[in-house]
């Protein structure tokens, strides 16, 4: 029944070595997000793709990617993580056109930096 | 300047007891949407409730139901009847103009804990 699926749930990577969490979803929605959440804070968007279209946030820090090859997976690369990027990351996915446009939540994966 | 604020970051009730979750946007956008989400320990993201601008009723789900007082730009979450899996944080969103992709911006949350 999983309709947003992220893996892993827990990923552990060292200072500096690249890592690549994943994300799938069943919807077959246009629209998928990628967000960073700190512990005890809001969610915070990263970017997110409009079909093909990839949109970055400003304070995006260029040391994070996003691929997005077909409709069902979107990929969020790290290419150095840092301390400070350890975090919940959150997929979500919305489905362009209908007025309600809720975002559907994968499970997260926590990611740590050791 | 914030777009959602919640000034509660702990609410503390018991079971059985009802429970308002507070949350004040901004925005220009004449179209929006708010949201609740629940997130438990686990980390998941809950849907629970969705109000439109335009709505003129307040949006009711189950327990949930969500005071809207546009004037005020005011979007308070009422949870009746709390029950001890209510423990969680809650967050407060908005989706403005309806554009393509637009995402949703969160609050900072409340945690709420339920007592038995």
């Known amino acids: 029944d999983a309709m947003v699926i992220q893996n892993p749930r827990y990923q552990v990577t060292q200072f500096g070595k690249p890592v690549t969490l994943s994300c799938s979803q069943t919807l077959n929605h246009n629209v998928m997000y990628w967000y960073q959440q700190k512990s005890s804070q809001a969610p915070k968007l990263l970017f997110h793709?409009?079909?093909?279209?990839?949109?970055n946030e400003a304070d995006t820090p260029d040391n994070f990617q996003s691929r997005r090859p077909n409709t069902s997976f979107c990929f969020l690369d790290i290419r150095s993580p840092g301390l400070g990027d350890a975090a919940m990351y959150l997929c979500?996915?919305?489905?362009?056109?209908?007025?309600?446009?809720?975002?559907?939540f994968g499970s997260g994966t926590q990611l740590s930096v050791l | 300047a914030q777009k959602i604020t919640q000034t509660q970051p702990g609410m503390f009730v018991q079971e059985k007891e009802a429970v308002t979750l507070d949350c004040t946007y901004d925005t220009s956008d004449q179209s929006y949407g708010l949201f609740w989400y629940k997130q438990p320990s686990s980390g998941e993201m809950i849907f629970l409730i969705y109000q439109g601008s335009y709505d003129e009723q307040n949006a009711t789900e189950g327990r949930y139901s969500l005071n809207f007082q546009k004037a005020r730009k005011s979007a308070n979450l009422v949870i009746s009847a709390s029950q001890l899996g209510d423990s969680a944080m809650y967050f407060c969103a908005m989706r403005e103009a309806y554009q393509a992709g637009t995402a949703l911006i969160f609050g900072k949350g409340t945690t709420l804990s339920v007592s038995s």
């Open positions: 979500a996915t919305s489905r362009d056109g209908g007025q309600e446009r809720k975002l559907f």
């Open positions: 793709y409009y079909d093909k279209d990839f949109n």
